[in-house]
């Protein structure tokens, strides 16, 4: 593979590490968010066409990741979740050099396509983006101004039912974002022992009902091997009533998401892999959809934003190892009530975004 190098050097000075003028809350005032000029590349709906699959996604909170990561000419910013590429045509549109880095093959094809016109601007890289330090070192590049991650599964995953994650259609149990895994959501409901099952369905679902739903697996699978998502979704049903409206396999269907992709430990590689590839003022910004994402990216931020740690035990505050962070704003940003009209998708999405100091 050739990898057009020459771009990703030219680097305009001074262009990265304006903190001092970008204090978020003026984001409301910046005169690109006031005119309204960021409409291309926001809504997405392309059809791909050998394939018969859609890809649909308009990219989530694009102000405030606009706002956050100031995509402007001369600027390198890794795009962890690539996906539709809806993000990354929102920096390449304003000249900004994009790595986008999915592990998935399918999204990968799509973006290439789609962002082609961008040319030597636009890297697009298969990897795990928690491997983003040495995926960039591949590549050449030493540092960029920013990382996104927006989290979790695309729209195109989700409906597309040979992908196995959706419970309202019926699919091969898969859930592999990754393709190249050799451990499905169909070994996990097989294979593991009840406990195993409880703990994740509790500690990544959070579901209440996690005992019930382990052994209702456990019996169904006596009978015959679980194959598929309307089967799991069924026998879910009979263990864990439907309260508000939710379908009662969503939560045991996101815990086995999230362990067949190690998506937790992924994130915590992936967090503190950032600060080894951010330079000086790069912006990390990421997008998590449920609590216990948002939860730990929270937490990371807080501890390398803190310059002291002060213990009962101690006489007096000792300064924070890791502080290298600072919040701009120290509470998740959500999407505005117009932004989840037309996606509800983004209804439960939280951004939070840290400022790399100094080395
Ligand atoms: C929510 S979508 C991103 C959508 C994208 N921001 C857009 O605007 O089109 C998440 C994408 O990230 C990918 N992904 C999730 N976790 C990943 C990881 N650890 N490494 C690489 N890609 C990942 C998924 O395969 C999916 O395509």
């Known amino acids: 593979m050739i990898i057009p190098i020459k771009p990703w050097l030219e680097r305009a000075s001074g262009v990265s590490g304006q903190l001092a003028d970008w204090g978020f809350p003026a984001v409301e005032g910046a005169e ?39 995509p402007v000419k001369g600027k390198q ?20 050099h994009v790595v986008g880095c999915d592990q998935d093959a399918e999204a990968l094809e799509y973006a290439e396509r789609r962002l082609a016109q961008y040319g030597d601007c636009f890297l697009p890289v298969r990897g795990n983006f928690s491997d983003m330090d040495s995926l960039l070192r591949t590549l050449g ?104 409206g939710k379908h009662p396999a969503t939560r045991v269907f996101q815990a086995i998401r999230l362990a067949v992709n190690r998506e937790m430990e992924v994130l915590e590689a992936a967090l503190n892999n950032s600060l080894e590839v951010l330079s000086e003022g790069g912006v990390l910004a990421v997008i998590s959809f449920h609590s216990l994402e948002d939860r730990m990216v929270k937490r ?44 509800p998708r983004a209804r439960s999405a939280k951004l939070r975004v840290a400022v790399k100091l100094e080395d």
């Open 300 to 343: 990371f931020m807080r501890r390398h934003s803190t310059p002291f740690i002060d213990r009962p035990e101690w006489p007096e505050p000792r300064e924070n190892l890791d502080y290298c962070l600072t919040l701009p704003t120290r509470r998740a940003i959500s999407p505005s009530g117009a932004e989840i009209e037309t996606n």
């Open 141 to 244: 590049i030493d540092r960029v101004d920013g990382v996104l991650m927006d989290l979790g599964v695309s729209s195109h995953q989700l409906d597309e039912p040979s992908r196995g994650f959706s419970f309202r259609q019926d699919g091969p149990l898969d859930m592999r974002m990754d393709n190249r895994a050799d451990f499905s959501a169909r070994d996990l409901v097989n294979d593991w022992d009840e406990a195993e099952m409880v703990r994740i369905f509790r500690d990544y679902g959070e579901e209440k009902r996690a005992v019930r739903a382990a052994k209702e697996i456990v019996k169904a699978r006596e009978q015959k091997a679980i194959e598929t998502t309307l089967q799991l979704a069924e026998i879910i049903e009979r263990a864990v009533p439907r309260v508000s």
């Open 32 to 70: 690109e968010l006031r005119s309204g000029s960021i409409q291309s590349g926001l809504e997405v709906k392309a059809h791909h066409e050998d394939k018969r699959m859609e890809f649909y996604h308009q990219p989530i909170l694009a102000r405030e990741i606009l706002a956050a990561l100031e």
């Open 77 to 96: 910013i890794f795009d962890g979740t690539l996906g539709g590429g809806g993000h990354s045509e929102v920096f390449l549109e304003r000249g900004a």
